[in-house]
Structures are given as C-alpha cells and as structure tokens.
C-alpha cells in the first residue's frame, strides 16, 4: 500500500517543487559553452557543414541579379546559363547540407549522450536518491536529441544567415539608399519581437519540459505497481490522477503553441510592414524615375531574401533559448563531482580486520550513526542485531562505500578505505542486499555478474549449488539461460536471493556482506544456506544483518545497534548474560516462534 500512497502523493508534487525547473530559471550561456568544450564534435563536418551553407547563401544573393538582367531584357546564353546554375547549385548545395547535417546530428547526439551517460554512471549514489530516474533519463534523451540537432545544423545556419542577411543588406545600397533606408524603418521592431520572443521560447521550453517529466514519472511510478494498484481496487484514482497529469502537459503545450503562435504572428506582421514600406517606397521611386523597374524588382527580392533571413534568426534565435535550458538540465548533471576515489591500492593488498573507526554519519540531515567504532574480524562471522531503523543496513552500505562516513573512517587492514582503489575495494565484498537485485538478462548473466578473469561452467553451477539455487535453476526449461526479467521479476523474492548469494560466493569476495539475505527464504532453503554459510566462515569473513535471533547464535561477535549507537557487543552467551535489550531480542523472537 505504501507504494500507492507514494504515487499518489506525487500527484501533488509538481515539477517546480522537485527543483526541475528551478535549476533552469537563471539564462546563463555558460553550460552551452562547457558542454562545447567538454564533447568532442565532429568540427570538421559542422565546419563542412558551414561552408556548403555559405554557398548557398553566396547562390542566393546571385539569383536577383540575373533576375534583373533577364526583366532588362538580356536573354543571353551566358546569362540564363548562369541563372540555371545558380539554381542547380543551390539545391546541390541543400542536398549535400542536409546529408552532412543530418550525419553530423546523430553523431554529435552520439558523443553528447556518451558524455552523460560516462558522468552519469559515476556519481555518488546519494544523487540518485534526490533525482527521478525519469528526469534523468530526459535528460540523456531528449536534450541531447535537441542539442545534438542544433549543433550539427544550427551553427551552419546562423552563419549562413548572418551571411546572406549582411549580404543582402549590403547589396540593396548599390541600389539607392533611400530604398535601404525603408528596410531599416522596421529594424527596431524585430529587434524588440526577438527578444521578447527569445525570453518566452526559453520559458515556455523549460515549463514544458517539466511537465512532461513529470507526466513521465507519474506513469513509470504507477505502473510497476500495477498489481497493487489492482489489490487495492485503486483504478478509478490512479485512472484520474493520470488524466490530470495528462492535462496538466497538455495546459502548458497549448500554451507554448499559443505563445509559439503569437510570436510567429508578430514577426509575419514585421516582414508584412516592412514589405509594404519597401513597395510603397519602390512605386513612389519608379515613378519618380530614380530608378527603373527592373533595379526594383532585384531590390525587391534581395528585402524578401532580408525578411527570410529575419524570419530564420528569430526561429535559431528559439531554437538557441530552448537549447540554453536544455544545456542547463544537462549541466545540472554533469557538474556534479562523480564519486570520490582517490585510491591507487588494489584488491591483491586488501587482507587482515575491517575497521569502523569512530564512525559518525547522516542521510542529509538525519543521523544515523553516531561515533560507531568496532572491528569485525578477518576470518570470523560478525552479526549487526538491533531494532527496525537502527542503522544496521547503513553499517552494510559505508562497508561498500555506498556513502562516505562524515566523521571517522573504514580501515581495512590498517589502511584507511579512501587509499584503496574504489571498485578494487567493492570487488573484494560480496554483497547480499535485503532486497536482490538483478540484472535483466539471463540467471548466467545474473550470476557472473561483477565477476572478472576466466569462468568456466563448473564454477558457476558449483557457486549455485552453494547457494542452493541449482535445483530450482534445472528445474527451468532453459536452466542457467533463462531470463529473469526486469529487476528478477520473473523468480521468487526467495529464488532471487539464493542468485544474489551465488553471485557473491562466485566472485570469491574477501569478505562477504549480507543484509537479512535469508528473509525470502522457505526453511528447507534457509536451513542449506545456513550451513553454506558455516562452510564459508572457514575462509571468509562475514559481516551479516539478521533479525532472526537464533541465526547468529554461533556468531564470533555480535554487534547491538540501538538509536544510532552500538549498545554492547560480544558473543551470544556473554550478550545473554550481560545486554538487556538483547535478551528481550532473544525472548521476543522465542516468542514469535512458539505463536
Ligand atoms: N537513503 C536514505 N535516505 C534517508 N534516510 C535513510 C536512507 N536509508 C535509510 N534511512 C533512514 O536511516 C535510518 C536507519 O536505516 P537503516 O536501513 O540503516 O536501518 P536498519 O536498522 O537496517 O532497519 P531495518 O532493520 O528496518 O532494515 C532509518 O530511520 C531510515 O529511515
């Protein structure tokens, strides 16, 4: 139920209180140009890209000028040749462009989800805690779709513009200035439509951009828990709720078309005015006889080619302000320091006792640990015992550098943990969550997963056997080949366990880390399993989370938590004899048993 309630509680949460927006407000260009300077684009494709978009450009500013000479009345073969070459090149030159434009697109969205994607897979889990994985996903899809076009095409066509703009300009003053002045009368007002264009394009984008995220998110929170949903006979609700976030997305893209829609409508109107300056000025000129019909008629081309140009600038100019906010989100992520591992020693020099020394630690501003120290000892099995919320689990996760303590330090063969290598350190634990996870893919995978060097068959059917996994793995049509399914859903919560065990004994870990790694079991299995664990006490040490007390009776050591604080620490009868609160352990799960 708590998983409904979850959802449903993000009904009430918009995008703006998750901070997805927020981080976007400030219109800066610095992450557009950290990002150019962090990917390596293709350059020489954009720059070819440029170049064949600059003659097109230079073909277009030709065209009137053959124009005019044909309305003069030159029909000369030099010069319709010419003509008709100027307009076959023109569209080589927009064949060649879209090619190498669109090339140039996939690969630069290829290098910038690259990009992401390195930063993304090394930043500290406690990222991963406040982010939706559905922003962050968005953010590796669809801005790198919207960056990566804009660059491949975008820079090509504001020069070209620019270009053919500034050329065109230049070329109806050879005509007469007055005509150029006309153009100009109108120059102000598409200066003030941009930039209040500019402004809304970038607003509008980031609104919407937020609430498709969180449409998204709404959807990829319920449906997991679908079947919960259909317990709870909750599908009228979450059928409303999915309508409202469906509006809410809806709202907000009608909106932008409606602004999308304005701003289209004021440029037209600018190009539709200055058009009318510039033919009321050329009639008023022709009959005055300051010039003749056909400098008119050139003129008049080269300011519809200055209109299409300013027609053009304001779409990259909408273009650019989406693509500043997408650059944000996407900066938003990539600036964030990835973890730390500053650690150069390797798995072959990790031996001897783990050591929590002094340990202090909190999830933001929750304590959770406070100036923990104890030892666990190499060769031996510790158990961590306590009640719900103590801080075992957490112990588990400083053991794996999920999180860095805030105070204190993980020593491990009396070296502190930060001088060994990070993924060198995790390899040399085999950790059993309370919940295992797996890969999708087949129980093989699932299995080797993690696992370097050569690794024949028998050792993967010796560590399932281990784990008492292998008769339920033959049982399966495909055995070792089949699929678990997203997350494992297609096994047991028991049969995912006994995986996630075999994963941890195939990787033959230095010590092995589990977190209640028997709770799924039935007792046949648990009971096998507890005697691979005494197997393995033998050459390993252990670090193990129980809740069932007499599973660490024959423990070397047992550590009680209570409230953050280790409350006594010793062997089952020495605890018995001397620890209140784990007498009443011991007695309450007596207890349970005997119900
Ligand atoms: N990622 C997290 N972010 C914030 N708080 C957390 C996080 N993980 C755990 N906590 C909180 O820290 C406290 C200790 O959690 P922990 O999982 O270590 O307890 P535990 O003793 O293992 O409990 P249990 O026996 O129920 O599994 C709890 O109050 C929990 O709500």
Not at 71 to 81: N, P, Q
Request: net charge negative.
């Amino acid at each position: 139920m708590k998983r409904v309630e979850d959802n449903n509680r993000l009904q009430m949460m918009s995008s703006d209180e998750k901070g997805i927006e927020t981080e976007n407000k400030e219109q800066s260009w610095k992450p557009f140009f950290h990002l150019l300077r962090s990917v390596k684009l293709p350059w020489a494709l954009i720059i070819v890209c440029t170049l064949v978009n600059l003659l097109q450009s230079q073909l277009g500013l030709l065209f009137p000028q053959y124009t005019e000479k044909i309305y003069a009345g030159d029909f000369s073969r030099e010069i319709a040749g010419t003509a008709v070459a100027v307009v076959l090149g023109k569209a080589l030159c927009m064949a060649v462009y879209q090619y190498v434009g669109r090339y140039t697109s996939h690969l630069n969205q290829m290098r910038f989800q690259n990009y992401i994607w390195r930063k993304l897979s090394r930043l500290p889990l406690s990222y991963f805690e406040k982010h939706e994985p559905r922003d962050l996903i968005s953010r590796n899809t669809e801005d790198t779709l919207t960056v990566g076009e804009f660059l491949s095409y975008g820079i090509s066509r504001i020069l070209s513009t620019v270009y053919g703009f500034a050329g065109a300009f230049i070329l109806i003053f050879g005509y007469d200035w007055r005509l150029a002045a006309s153009m100009a009368v109108c120059l102000p007002l598409c200066y003030i439509v941009g930039v209040i264009a500019g402004r809304y394009y970038f607003k509008m984008n980031n609104r919407l951009q937020g609430k498709l995220a969180d449409m998204t998110r709404y959807f990829s929170a319920v449906l997991p828990y679908i079947t919960l949903v259909k317990l709870f006979g909750q599908e009228n609700r979450e059928e409303k709720n999915g309508e409202d976030w469906i509006e809410r997305y809806y709202k907000t893209s009608f909106c932008n078309t409606l602004v999308s829609t304005a701003v289209s409508f004021a440029t037209t109107m600018t190009t539709v005015l200055q058009t009318l300056v510039i033919i009321l000025m050329g009639v008023w000129l022709v009959r005055d006889g300051s010039i003749d019909i056909g400098d008119w008629i050139a003129f008049y081309m080269y300011a519809n080619m200055l209109n299409n140009s300013f027609t053009i600038i304001m779409n990259i100019w909408g273009e650019l302000k989406r693509n500043q906010g997408c650059c944000a989100r996407i900066a938003a992520v990539t600036g964030i320091p990835a973890e730390e591992n500053p650690g150069t020693l390797g798995a072959g020099e990790i031996s001897g006792d783990m050591e929590f020394r002094n340990i202090t630690f909190a999830y933001h501003e929750k304590k959770v640990l406070d100036n923990v120290s104890f030892t666990v000892p190499y060769g031996k099995m510790t158990a961590v015992v306590g009640p719900s919320g103590a801080g075992k689990s957490t112990i588990l996760h400083l053991a794996e550098r999920l999180y860095t303590p805030d105070e204190g330090q993980i020593l491990w063969g009396q070296k502190a943990a930060g001088e060994y290598e990070l993924h060198s350190w995790r390899r040399a634990i085999g950790y059993i969550p309370q919940d295992a996870q797996l890969f999708a893919g087949t129980i093989r995978e699932n299995i080797m997963q993690g696992v370097t060097g050569d690794i024949g068959e028998e050792q993967v059917r010796r560590a399932a056997m281990q784990a008492d996994a292998l008769e339920f793995i033959e049982s399966f049509e495909k055995g070792f080949d089949t699929e678990v399914g997203e997350n494992g859903t297609k096994l047991s919560g028991g049969q995912r366990q006994r995986i996630a065990i075999a994963r941890a004994l195939l990787m033959n870990a230095r010590i092995l880390i589990l977190d209640e790694a028997t709770s799924n079991l039935d007792a046949e299995a648990e009971y096998a399993i507890g005697q691979t664990l005494k197997e393995l006490r033998k050459d390993h040490t252990i670090l193990m989370v129980a809740h069932r007390m007499d599973r660490v009776k024959d423990a070397d050591q047992i550590i009680v938590m209570e409230h953050t604080r280790i409350q006594g620490s010793g062997t089952h009868e020495e605890l018995m004899q001397s620890n209140e609160l784990y007498r009443q352990m011991v007695d309450l799960q007596a207890e349970r048993i005997a119900v």
